[in-house]
């Protein structure tokens, strides 16, 4: 009988601790799903804080972040100490970086606070840093205190959790690009524009200019591209979802050449806590097959069920038509690829436009139509253009893109219209924080770009015809 009682008061116990433990539980939930409604922001601390401007409740506002018909304002803050660090830690950054073989290695330079001011509204505690590589160190050297800079609107939620998931009309992250080795100002813009318009995937742009107040007050900058951030909203926006792999190569792997295959230089920008690389291991094998020569077939039919060459032959028609020099064919960087769930396909998303539209600059020439100059060390040119299937391809999206896109008549408009939205702003640049030295600067730019469309629309006739 003494054992039953026993029995009887442990299993009451346990009964008991089990009704308990469910108890918590159930008002943990509770609480952490009111927590999750219940996010909304002091505004007697955070005054200008709204759900449609501030929060990531909503879906990013394109029509004004990206407004098409004006050059937006943004006035930026940053406290003195900040900026203080801010620089010393830039020179060390580009003291630390290296040249090797055309392409230069630099850390990422560090995040620092800042306020962001736009349309008379403020963005708390926004993370703020220098960008670009190359575009980076040589503006630094000469001087010139115009650099890109990169914005998170969530960087610091750590640090003030009642800012958590702020976001800027829906976007987490921007970029500021400042039109470096481009007295037209308009590059980037156009570029990205051209193989949107086109059909690719690219960031969306527009014209702003930036204020800069680090505690002498505030200081024109003068005219930036924005541009959208392909791993915070390009994929989500421009395909069916976002959950892909997305890799931003740089380093000898982004050339896909035999015996580059590194993961270390194929940067994982989504899913990266899965150490999952299969997908680019696959086009890097396949690109690399011997089945190449002897079964070209199969070896098609085996690359088109891991890659898009389609889209690729498309944006290498465009990009060689508008004569950008700085990226792949010449440059191991400069683009992404994302596993699209959509097909299961690594599609190429083009980056980076500052340096085209010149037939010639910078550290190489751009690529001829033919491709004469490419060697297999770019085996996504050299191996594709060699199937002539392929090639016919290419040549057909050669006369398409100048004749439904990039067309002299309707370019030289856009130039005008550009034109006329910039010139203001572009002569009102300063001394220091320009890469214009005159407003001829400008103008002549601008008019060698109309020079160039019309040129490049004549070469490619002569070259299909």
Same mark, same amino acid.
């Given at each position: ?11 009451w ?9 469910n ?10 799903s ?6 909304d922001v ?12 501030? #929060?990531n409740r909503v ?11 004006e ?10 100490d ?5 620089q010393?830690n830039l020179?060390?950054?580009v003291?630390?970086?290296?040249? %090797?073989?055309?392409e230069?290695t630099?850390?990422d ?24 590589n ?7 050297q #000469?001087?010139?205190?115009k650099?890109?800079f ?5 960087q610091?939620e ?7 998931d ?5 976007f987490?992250q921007?970029?500021?690009? %400042?039109?470096y080795?481009?007295?037209?100002l308009?590059?980037? $813009? ?5 193989f949107?318009?086109?059909g690719?995937?690219a ?14 007050? /505030? ?8 541009v959208e ?9 421009q395909?069916?979802?976002g959950?892909g792999?997305?890799?931003k ?8 050449a #035999? ?9 994982? $920008? ?17 690109? =690399?097959?011997a ?18 060459v =389609? ?26 690829l ?13 980056w ?16 001829y139509?033919?491709?004469? *100059?490419v ?12 199937q ?14 100048v ?12 130039? #005008? ?5 910039l ?7 300063? *001394?220091?924080? /320009?890469?214009?030295? /005159? ?9 060698t770009?109309?020079?160039?469309v ?9 070259y299909?015809?």
């Amino acid at each position: 009988m003494k054992y039953f009682y026993l029995i009887f008061v442990f299993a009451w116990l346990f009964s008991t601790a089990c009704r308990d433990v469910n108890v918590i539980e159930d008002d943990e939930i509770v609480s952490e799903s009111e927590s999750d409604e219940d996010q909304d922001v002091d505004t007697e601390v955070y005054a200008d804080w709204t759900e449609e401007t501030h #929060s990531n409740r909503v879906d990013p506002n394109y029509a004004v972040v990206f407004n098409q018909n004006e050059v937006l304002r943004f006035d930026i803050k940053i406290s003195s100490d900040d900026w203080s660090d801010m620089q010393s830690n830039l020179s060390t950054v580009v003291k630390n970086s290296s040249f %090797n073989n055309g392409e230069i290695t630099i850390d990422d330079p560090m995040w620092v606070e800042c306020s962001f001011m736009f349309d008379s509204l403020e963005w708390y505690s926004v993370g703020i840093r220098y960008k670009g590589n190359s575009s980076l160190i040589s503006a630094y050297q #000469s001087g010139i205190d115009k650099l890109s800079f990169k914005l998170d609107f969530d960087q610091y939620e750590d640090d003030y959790p009642d800012l958590a998931d702020q976001r800027f009309y829906g976007f987490k992250q921007l970029n500021l690009s %400042n039109n470096y080795d481009d007295e037209s100002l308009m590059r980037e $813009k156009v570029g990205a524009d051209m193989f949107r318009q086109f059909g690719l995937a690219a960031s969306q742009t527009a014209f702003c200019v930036v204020y800069v107040d680090h505690g002498s007050g /505030s200081q024109y900058y003068g005219v930036y591209a924005l541009v959208e951030e392909v791993d915070d909203t390009v994929i989500e926006s421009q395909f069916s979802s976002g959950e892909g792999n997305l890799y931003k190569p740089d380093g000898d792997a982004a050339s896909f050449a #035999s015996g580059t295959y590194d993961t270390g230089e194929l940067e994982k $920008k989504t899913n990266e806590e899965e150490a999952d690389y299969s997908d680019v291991k696959s086009l890097y094998t396949v690109i =690399n097959s011997a089945d190449r020569t002897s079964d070209a077939e199969a070896w098609k039919d085996e690359l088109e069920a891991v890659f898009n060459v =389609n889209a690729f032959l498309k944006w290498l028609a465009a990009n060689t038509v508008i004569q950008n020099w700085d990226t792949y064919g010449n440059m191991t960087h400069n683009y992404y690829l994302y596993n699209n769930p959509e097909d299961s396909l690594l599609t190429w998303i083009p980056w980076d436009n500052n340096e085209a539209f010149q037939s010639s600059g910078g550290q190489s020439s751009p690529l001829y139509f033919s491709m004469s *100059s490419v060697s297999s060390s770019w085996p996504l040119i050299k191996y594709i253009i060699d199937q002539d299937e392929y090639e016919e391809i290419y040549e057909g999206y050669l006369l398409q893109f100048v004749e439904e896109v990039f067309n002299a008549d309707d370019m030289i408009e856009i130039y #005008s219209d550009y034109y006329d939205l910039l010139k203001d702003y572009a002569y009102a640049e300063e *001394s220091g924080y /320009s890469f214009l030295e /005159s407003d001829n600067d400008f103008d002549n730019a601008v008019s060698t770009l109309k020079t160039h469309v019309q040129s490049r629309n004549t070469a490619v006739y002569n070259y299909i015809y």
